[in-house]
């Protein structure tokens, strides 16, 4: 039977992959940093490993990885966003929190779970469509998976000679309870079940890329090619007093 190792399946994206894997008939890992709220979600469901770490603490994940065989796939989903409220007052602690728990958590979990993917295995990393544009308060999350996206490139040349491939997930917005503490706009927001059947139809097809949902991507790529400058100006307008 197929293996996927998911983290961050206790809520949102990650929860509905675990979901939709199942579905599929994988076998998964369900990967979360509280033992409770995972027995809560997945107690009870044989084709379901619950694994406790918290993706900050590299010696949890190592011990963790002790009761992985081997994965055919793993996906990198863990993460969390703050905005920066006031830059004049830059919070360098804020900063670090979300570069440690959105991309260096990443290295961590590549030290622990690659040894354990098999040749035409695929590792799939979720990092942001905003990524495609830089947007206020956003300095942090931004960073941390801009970060994420070189990193999956990079990944992806080396691992082409182990016939491991990487898919650079970009997802736009899903109604997660990530999202529902923002309290701005949120255009062509999808649930996390169509969130999660794009990423595991894009990890199937053997994708580098993996964006959703279309409107929302191609309009910010087309946004993108203004010079920054223009997009400065109007992001300034629609988002400033
Ligand atoms: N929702 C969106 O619109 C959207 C858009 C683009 C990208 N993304 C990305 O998609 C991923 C999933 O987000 P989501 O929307 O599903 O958010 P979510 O519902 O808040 O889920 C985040 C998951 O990450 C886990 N997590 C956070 N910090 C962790 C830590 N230190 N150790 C272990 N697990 C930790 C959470 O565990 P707990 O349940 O214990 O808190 C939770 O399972 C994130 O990387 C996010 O940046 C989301």
């Not at 996927?4 to 579905?23: D, M, N, R, W």
């Not at 929190?97 to 035409?120: D, M, T, W």
């Not at 097809?205 to 790529?221: E, T």
Request: charged fraction near 15%; proline fraction near 4%; include cysteine.
């Amino acid at each position: 039977m197929k293996s996927v190792l998911i983290t961050g399946a206790s809520s949102g994206i990650g929860k509905a992959l675990v979901e939709h894997y199942v579905a599929e008939g994988y076998q998964v890992y369900a990967a979360g940093r509280n033992a409770q709220k995972l027995a809560q979600i997945f107690d009870g469901q044989p084709r379901i490993t619950q694994l406790v770490f918290d993706v900050t603490q590299l010696a949890q994940i190592k011990a963790a990885a002790e009761q992985v065989d081997q994965l055919e796939h793993l996906i990198l989903n863990a993460g969390d966003c703050e905005y920066l409220d006031d830059v004049m007052a830059f919070d360098s602690q804020q900063f670090a929190r979300i570069i440690q728990v959105n991309l260096l958590s990443v290295g961590y979990c590549l030290e622990a779970f690659l040894p354990k993917v098999i040749g035409l295995g695929r590792i799939g990393i979720v990092s942001s469509s905003a990524t495609i544009l830089p947007f206020p308060k956003a300095q942090a999350y931004g960073a941390s998976k801009a970060g994420l996206d070189y990193l999956a490139h990079s990944l992806s040349i080396d691992l082409a000679q182990h016939h491991i491939g990487v898919s650079l997930i970009q997802p736009g917005f899903v109604d997660t309870p990530l999202t529902d503490k923002n309290d701005f706009a949120m255009p062509w927001r999808i649930s996390s079940k169509q969130a999660a059947k794009a990423i595991f139809k894009g990890m199937e097809a053997g994708k580098h890329h993996i964006r959703f949902p279309f409107l929302l991507i191609f309009s910010l790529r087309l946004l993108a090619l203004l010079p920054f400058s223009w997009w400065r100006a109007l992001i300034t307008r629609n988002t400033q007093k």
